[in-house]
């Protein structure tokens, strides 16, 4: 039989012979219905102040959702926005989400600015929470209600991972009308 022994990790620690930082990015449902929220008010937010200040203060404000929320700092994030159109349909970068939101730029000539388009209200609505350990999809609907009371209903699916400082970021974005049938 062999002498050596194993000793728990958690006794080599506490005597000092090894040390390590815990890191633990595991995701909870209710972080992931918090960052929903939040996008969902910044989306109100960024209308609100396009109305006061005009597109360079909307801007301003996009630019501080976009590297809160958004992992763009991480890599290429999967954005697909619901109105864009070939070439451009996918953002992977920062710049096209910005120009998605909030329009104004030469590149991408077609976006006039999803968040100033009056919204008022917005309310994610998911159809199912997927949490596996680092990550979670949520996938749904989002509703958006305009300053004339229109509701504008969105399919979106979203996945999040934790930065190093454990923040929530999405890294995919999905959005899309819903089939019409026709």
């Known amino acids: ?59 301003a404000l996009a630019e501080k959702v976009i590297d809160s929320a958004y992992g763009y700092q991480m890599g290429a994030v999967l954005f697909k926005p619901t109105l864009t159109v070939a070439p451009q ?44 350990g680092d990550s979670a999809s949520s996938m749904g609907n989002v509703k958006m209600t305009d300053k004339a009371g229109k509701v504008t209903t969105v399919d979106k699916t979203w996945k999040y991972v934790k930065d190093d400082a454990g923040k929530l970021r999405i890294v995919l974005h999905h959005s899309s009308l819903p089939y019409s049938g026709t």
Do not use: H
């Open 1 to 59: 039989m062999n002498a050596r022994f194993l000793v728990p990790f958690a006794l080599v620690a506490a005597s000092g012979a090894a040390s390590a930082t815990v890191v633990n990015q595991a995701i909870t449902e209710a972080e992931v219905i918090a960052a929903q929220k939040a996008w969902c008010q910044a989306l109100v937010d960024i209308n609100a102040a396009y109305e006061k200040g005009g597109q360079a203060a909307a801007k």
């Open 89 to 132: 349909t996918f953002r992977t970068t920062r710049d096209g989400a910005l120009a998605y939101f909030v329009g104004g730029d030469s590149k991408y000539p077609k976006d006039t600015g999803f968040a100033l388009k009056g919204w008022r209200q917005c309310e994610a609505q998911n159809a199912a929470v997927f949490i596996t």
